[in-house]
């Protein structure tokens, strides 16, 4: 299982890569997870992005809810137990990034981003670029 954040879902949304790799390992049972707010901010800034594309935005609801299958979005009451640690250690960063270390706290997993504001807060972190490696690696996935 990995945690997901708002910038990899927005990346699923406008690309392929992404979206094919959570398609495919989904399908070998390992669990994708986001805290609830990535999915407000993907909502939040794909409009601005796609307009910059000079992409029509009509399909964002749908996208985000098929993200949603693959993605389990994580409630704040179980990531807010960890906010101050989370906190502490995104200090000085992108503190309002905090609910996805959080969420990785919570679940005692790694995180998938492109964000390197995410690199030494003391979890796995891992770029679309590398992912594939620790998705392989899990239990269940190896290629025949």
């Not at 979206?19 to 989904?26: A, C, G, V």
């Not at 964000?115 to 998705?135: K, N, P, Q, Y």
């Amino acid at each position: 299982m990995i945690v997901v954040d708002a910038n990899i879902l927005i990346r699923a949304v406008l690309g392929r890569r992404a979206r094919q790799l959570m398609e495919k390992y989904s399908l070998k049972e390992i669990r994708f997870f986001a805290p609830d707010v990535a999915f407000d901010d993907a909502e939040r800034y794909l409009p601005l992005l796609l307009k910059k594309r000079g992409k029509s935005e009509t399909d964002i609801a749908a996208s985000l809810d098929y993200l949603r299958t693959l993605i389990e979005p994580v409630d704040r009451e179980l990531y807010a137990i960890f906010e101050n640690e989370a906190r502490e250690r995104m200090h000085g960063r992108d503190e309002d990034d905090w609910p996805v270390l959080a969420s990785a706290l919570s679940l005692g997993c790694g995180i998938w981003t492109e964000d390197a504001d995410f690199f030494g807060t003391g979890v796995a972190v891992w770029t679309t670029s590398r992912v594939e490696i620790f998705l392989r690696s899990q239990p269940g996935t190896s290629e025949p």
